[in-house]
């Protein structure tokens, strides 16, 4: 499974951005889908996850009723809209697939990772 995100930039404080990731394989359809992402000099945290058919999100409580994931499977593509952005969003996001059928919020689960685009929020 390749994974290929997408959609970083620079804005300001309160706007907003649109990440995608493209995922390859037949299969995605069966994936957990999750962003995570990881601020200068601090860990990877995770940010919000959506379950194979995108009937169930989930979402960190620092981006909940900001941040919307969601996916389309015909697409193979996830996405992450993010709204009212604020300074501390400012993060290389990664999207990330788990292909063992778990899920959820821990990194652990997830078994394929794309590479980072990097968001930065101004003032």
């Known amino acids: 499974v390749q994974l290929q995100a997408s959609g970083g930039g620079l804005v300001q404080a309160g706007g907003s951005l649109r990440l995608s990731c493209a995922a390859s394989?037949?299969?995605?359809?069966?994936?957990?889908m999750a962003w995570f992402r990881q601020a200068p000099g601090k860990d990877r945290l995770f940010v919000a996850a959506i379950t194979e058919r995108g009937d169930t999100t989930y979402y960190a409580d620092s981006v909940k009723g900001r941040f919307t994931i969601s996916r389309d499977n015909a697409k193979n593509m996830v996405y992450l809209q993010m709204d009212s952005l604020k300074l501390e969003d400012t993060a290389d996001y990664y999207c990330a697939a788990d292909t063992l059928g778990r899920g959820g919020s821990s990194q652990g689960r997830y078994d394929y990772w794309g590479q980072g685009t990097l968001v930065t929020v101004s003032s």
């Open positions: 394989g037949r299969a995605f359809y069966k994936y957990n």
